[in-house]
């Protein structure tokens, strides 16, 4: 298991001192990264031997957000590898044990040079052993997300959103966490976001139009980032609650 510990900023929080949903997807996110580049297999390794790790999915269980200014750590382990897909699991919890949120996520080992999946390399499986016993328990949806057929009915289209640098991360690519945020901005005032699970089906580029579709259904509100023909780069559905007034 891998950690590092830190303090929830203000510049991570919304209006009401709570770590945004974004900013707790940049934490899963650096988590892995950090491992990796203490590991020996960062970015710079990646690059020169022409392989990638690339994110297929996430499901995002949240019980409540930190507060700005509270200590939290956040862990990260694999479990699993299968063929060229790899099994990651995360947790944010507090310095009192509480447990913030925890992550399934699924991986697919990219040849970079022949742009396909590769088998996972004999250096990634002896850097990260597969920590079974640590697998979070419960259950974990699929990694690819379908909407009933009379939710899709009520869909409604929204204005394109272009790809800026802002967007843009290492591999040249829409950085896995901005679609969240591009996605979030089509959720209603008032609701709590218990859950999320993210399907990423293609890679968006800079200066690229994401075309989105919001579909609201009683518990949870599904966005489609897709491009100008309707092939998708990111599903992202939100599981959602009301959230209790302040007094």
Known sequence: MYSFSNRVRYSEVNSEKELTLPSLLDYLQDCCTFESEDFGVGVDYLAKEQVAWILSSWEIKVYR???????????????????FYGYRNFRIEGEDGEIFAEANSVWVFMDTEEMRPARVSERMQEVYIPEIRDEIPGEWADRKISLPDEAVQKSVEKEPVRV???????????????????????????????????????????????????????????????????????????????????S
């Not at 829409?174 to 399907?199: D, H, S, T, W």
Request: glycine share 6%; with cysteine; charged share 25%.
């Open 65 to 83: 957000y930190p507060q700005m200014g509270q200590h939290i750590k956040v862990s990260t382990w694999p479990y699993a590898f299968r063929g």
């Open 164 to 246: 800026s640098r802002f967007y843009i991360d290492t591999n040249h690519h829409m950085n896995n966490g901005k679609y969240i945020l591009v996605a979030e901005e089509y959720l209603p005032e008032q609701v709590f976001v218990c859950g999320l699970r993210a399907e990423y089906r293609k890679a968006a580029m800079l200066g690229d139009m994401l075309y989105p579709v919001v579909t609201m259904e009683e518990k949870q509100i599904t966005v489609t980032l897709a491009d100008e023909k309707g092939a998708s780069y990111a599903i992202i559905c939100f599981q959602i609650q009301k959230k209790e007034r302040q």
